[in-house]
């Protein structure tokens, strides 16, 4: 299994060199899952990153030559701008009895006391960020190489025996975002709402969106989850069954104005003049 994360411009260069190398090695395709967020200024993105479309003719072109089956979906309320969008090819239909559970968010419009913590200072360092923001609670057991950029930026990539979780932070002003994903953990194990609520700690975002995959039919783990989020308005969810028998369950939340409950882990102390990342379509 190979898991590529993307911050920024994706680049699919890597794919005729990835299925080289897995040639060399007589490893095949099985399955291929893609998921990205919206397209902000499609018009000014290099070719085939304009639209999915094109995205996704570049995909099966490689992949419908190894003989995949392909399903393409964009996911999301047709109000809201961030939408979610899924390539899956497959060869066939999953026949593993152990189900390897996805489970991805993306926060946008940090909380600018947290996103403080991601700037470079004289006396910061990356792994006092991953303290300091929380990070290390996330997952507390899972090894963690953590990378800060100059002047602000947050990447880390943590291990926890064959489960794996990222978090890439860009922590500017007026157009600040995280993504956060964890894959090939136990969710009956890890408690999916308390970890939701530990990243939500670390950032406490304007809005967020949470997807959960499963490589298994019937055992989708998102369709009850999360129960309840109090700070937080639910949005649009979303469910769709891919063509390699798994499942994707995709839900965008808003945070609330007011959120006095006692139970709430967030402190509304966000500001209204921060402004939505604008975009094209
Ligand atoms: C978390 S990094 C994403 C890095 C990604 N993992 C990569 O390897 O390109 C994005 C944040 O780091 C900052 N940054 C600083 N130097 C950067 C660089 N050389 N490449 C990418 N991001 C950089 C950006 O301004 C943004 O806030």
């Not at 893609?34 to 570049?58: D, K, L, M």
């Amino acid at each position: 299994k190979l898991s590529l994360k993307l911050v920024g411009l994706p680049n699919f260069l890597s794919i005729p060199a990835i299925l080289k190398l897995a040639n060399a090695l007589s490893l095949g395709v099985k399955s291929v899952i893609y998921t990205r967020g919206r397209f902000i200024f499609p018009r000014a993105q290099p070719s085939p990153h304009r639209s999915f479309s094109e995205e996704v003719s570049v995909f099966d072109n490689h992949f419908g030559k190894l003989g995949l089956v392909s399903k393409a979906y964009v996911m999301g309320s047709p109000e809201k701008s961030q939408k979610w969008h899924v390539y899956s090819a497959s060869a066939e239909l999953g026949s593993q009895s152990k189900p390897v559970y996805t489970f991805e968010m993306f926060v946008i419009g940090l909380d600018r006391k947290r996103a403080s913590v991601f700037y470079k200072t004289h006396g910061s360092s990356a792994a006092l960020m991953t303290e300091d923001s929380g990070i290390r609670k996330i997952l507390p057991q899972s090894e963690i190489c953590d990378f800060e950029f100059d002047p602000c930026g947050y990447s880390m990539n943590g291990i926890e025996g064959s489960a794996i979780s990222t978090i890439h932070v860009t922590p500017e002003d007026g157009f600040s975002y995280a993504g956060f994903e964890a894959a090939g953990y136990d969710f009956e194990d890890v408690n999916l709402t308390q970890l939701l609520e530990r990243v939500l700690a670390c950032f406490q975002p304007t809005e967020f969106s949470v997807a959960v995959h499963t490589d298994i039919a019937g055992r989708e783990l998102g369709k009850n989850f999360p129960l309840d989020l109090n700070g937080y308005h639910c949005g649009h969810k979303s469910h769709e069954v891919l063509g390699s028998g798994g499942s994707v369950t995709y839900q965008n939340f808003d945070r609330a104005e007011s959120c006095g409950s006692p139970r709430s882990i967030l402190k509304c102390c966000w500001s209204k003049d921060e402004k939505e990342v604008e975009e094209e379509f």
